[in-house]
């Protein structure tokens, strides 16, 4: 009962401060907004620069190019948001010295890191993939704005173990006197999820690591979903199942994990 | 002490901490050098999937030499201007303008980090992709030229990196989610696309952008392709452009530095 307390004080915190800052910062929500569609162009315009979307098309597998590369950079932007979040939030709070107040407070470290982070980017999220939501009624009617929500509910479980390995991986940079060594999470995430290309293009080894990585299974949804007319739901439940299974595995190690760096920190203070 | 030596030991100072930084943070160095690495290998693999596999070896020249200058550029202004978070996060910014140092040349001090960034990650992921690929991405025609055409990349990025920050610290908005106009410079910029072959609307607007230059003089070291406009104009136009932004970038700092000793720095939140 205490724990849902701790859960639901913490979320609501979040979110105020949340929607504070967006509020006060406009133009930052503003500049939210355009960065899939940056991104899509982006990989368009070096792609078709000196290659083709038939090309492109018949590698990945999909029926709609343009419709799968806009939503495919939803997806990055959003997985990026969450993933560069979840691990610099704690450097942010140990760079402002505010991190021994919060683990004097009554939900400690463990708590605000792990349920704190969920409201912030999952807003950041929805962000993101609504954004797109103009460009895919667009090409696709108001199924493509079905589409996009699809994605996006596989984004929101996608976070959950996104947040436990982001975390865990953020936590070290209280251990050891770094200031930041887990940015190439993001990258080497979207790297074995096979966002712009098939996995196939990989080594070997990065094909296994991709199994691992959330980002695969929205990106894979992402790619079934770009076809004309209704995808194969059996498929999207499958991978549902799939991102419900890593959420639940990845934060059965993610919260140990925390409470032993939490341990660490109040023994050793935190390495600057 | 007279005004120059007074700015050349302020210099030192900056470059001494960049450097130790370096040597203290050795696995964010690191870091940094996987991450170069991996957004290398993800953009090239993306480009790759539009080409057709009887292209696959010339195109991956031309992809892989016109992403390793787009990220040079890309990860100096990061680099810079994503320092802002750590400069006012640690209160150190208005420290330096109590002890009379200008911030912005303590961050403009990151280009030591990005461009060592650069230098290392650059040749490995070269040797790695044409062992991967066999494409003959490290035979280089002229090295000296490929240098000057970074140089001169490094340069423009640097300057442009700057204005963000004077930027970003008056908006509120982090500087590198004011860095919108990346992503256009691999075509418009002439970094993945060489002037001669773009189409006329295009090559007008790549005209009045820096890069373009640079990456001419770049790649007519790399792989011979003779700029647009000839060797000798394009080094000269680049040298224009390089003094045009060097003033302009000067004359946006002090105009920032003298609004933020009167109104104070507006770094709050999610700056």
């Known amino acids: 009962m205490k724990e849902l307390e701790y859960v639901k004080m913490i979320m609501k915190a979040e979110f105020y401060a949340y929607l504070c800052w967006l509020k006060n910062n406009k133009l930052f929500a503003f500049m939210t907004l355009a960065w899939p569609y940056l991104m899509a162009a982006f990989i368009l315009g070096l792609g078709t620069a000196l290659g083709s979307l038939s090309v492109f098309a018949s590698k ?206 109040r023994k050793h203070g935190i390495s600057t | 002490m007279s005004g120059n030596t007074v700015f050349l030991r302020k210099a030192i100072a900056i470059i001494w901490l960049h450097l130790v930084r370096l040597h203290r943070y050795k696995l964010g160095f690191m870091n940094m050098i996987i991450t170069d690495m991996i957004w290398y290998i993800l953009l090239t693999l993306g480009a790759l999937a539009f080409s057709s596999a009887g292209t696959h070896s010339v195109i991956a020249v031309l992809i892989f030499w016109g992403i390793v200058m787009w990220s040079i550029m890309n990860n100096t202004i990061w680099l810079i201007v994503g320092w802002v978070r750590f400069v006012l996060a640690w209160r150190i910014f208005e420290d330096h303008i109590l002890h009379n140092t200008n911030p912005i040349l303590l961050i403009s001090g990151r280009i030591i980090t990005s461009t060592i960034v650069t230098a290392l990650a650059v040749p490995v992921i070269a040797i790695a992709f044409y062992f991967l690929t066999g494409a003959p991405i490290i035979f280089i025609q002229n090295i000296g030229l490929m240098a000057l055409g970074i140089i001169l990349l490094i340069a423009y990025a640097a300057l442009y990196s700057m204005i963000l920050v004077c930027l970003s610290l008056r908006l509120r908005i982090p500087g590198v989610m004011l860095d919108v106009t990346n992503m256009a410079m691999f075509v418009i910029g002439g970094l993945g696309v060489p002037l001669a072959w773009m189409s006329p609307v295009i090559r007008d607007i790549a005209f009045f952008i820096p890069y373009t230059y640079a990456a001419e003089i770049a790649r007519a070291g790399i792989a011979g392709i003779k700029p647009y406009f000839g060797l ?40």
């Open chain 1, 60 to 265: 990945v597998g999909v029926a709609n190019p343009i419709f799968y590369i806009i939503l495919a950079s939803g997806v990055l932007v959003s997985s990026i948001n969450i993933v560069d979040y979840s691990a610099w939030t704690l450097l942010d709070l140990k760079w402002l010295g505010v991190l021994p107040y919060i683990m004097a407070s009554p939900p400690g470290l463990k708590r605000v890191a792990m349920y704190g982070l969920i409201i912030p980017t999952m807003i950041s999220s929805a962000i993101s993939l609504t954004a797109i939501a103009p460009v895919a009624v667009i090409v696709e009617g108001p199924l493509g704005l079905v589409k996009v929500l699809i994605v996006l509910g596989l984004v929101y479980l996608a976070t959950i173990p996104l947040i436990g390995i982001a975390v865990i991986a953020g936590s070290l940079s209280l251990i050891f006197k770094e200031e930041s060594f887990v940015s190439f999470l993001s990258p080497l995430m979207l790297l074995v999820s096979g966002v712009y290309y098939p996995i196939t293009f990989l080594p070997k080894i990065l094909q296994v690591i991709s199994y691992i990585v959330p980002v695969t299974y929205v990106v894979e949804a992402a790619k079934i979903l770009s076809v004309f007319g209704i995808p194969p739901l059996d498929k999207l439940f499958w991978i549902a199942g799939v991102l419900v299974a890593m959420s639940i595995l990845y934060n059965l190690i993610a919260y140990p994990g925390l409470r032993s760096v939490e341990k660490n920190v």
């Open chain 2, 232 to 271: 000798t104009n394009t080094f000269l136009i680049s040298l224009i452009y390089l003094a045009v932004l060097g003033i302009t970038t000067g004359a946006v700092i002090k105009y920032s530095i003298d609004y933020i000793r009167k109104h104070g720095v507006k770094g709050v939140g999610m700056m």
